[in-house]
Nanobody, 115 residues
Framework: QVQLVESGGGLVQAGGSLRLSCAPSGVIFSINVMGWYRQAPGKQRELVATIPSSGIANYADSVKGRFTISRDNVKKMVYLQMNSLKLEDTAVYYC?????????WGQGTQVTVSS
């Protein structure tokens, strides 16, 4: 059973930075895609960034140039460095793992950006 545990969320002022981490457990195959999604109150869950086990990261237009996704294939972890945070970045952020046609989600971590 695959489980994903996020950490690093919290309250930050606009313009500040946060770094999210996601630690998977269970059977993690070497070929997969890991990513971050977010869901703001009253809105649908949306893609933030994804990164394949080998390849180029993909970002939502709203976070390009401010957020950076990275992964450690030895530790099998994925990170999201968020800089220049805006009020509209406030959401629950979810870690995602896609492997062998199965999709897994973490429980989410709250990120709140204040003015």
């Amino acid at each position: 059973q695959v489980q994903l545990v996020e950490s690093g969320g919290g309250l930050v002022q606009a313009g500040g930075s946060l770094r999210l981490s996601c630690a998977p457990s269970g059977v993690i195959f070497s070929i997969n895609v890991m990513g971050w999604y977010r869901q703001a109150p009253g809105k649908q869950r949306e893609l933030v960034a994804t990164i394949p086990s080998s390849g180029i990261a993909n970002y939502a237009d709203s976070v390009k140039g401010r957020f950076t996704i990275s992964r450690d294939n030895v530790k099998k972890m994925v990170y999201l460095q968020m800089n220049s945070l805006k009020l509209e970045d406030t959401a629950v952020y979810y870690c995602n793992l896609w492997q062998r046609q199965n999709n897994y989600w973490g429980q989410g971590t709250q990120v709140t950006v204040s003015s």
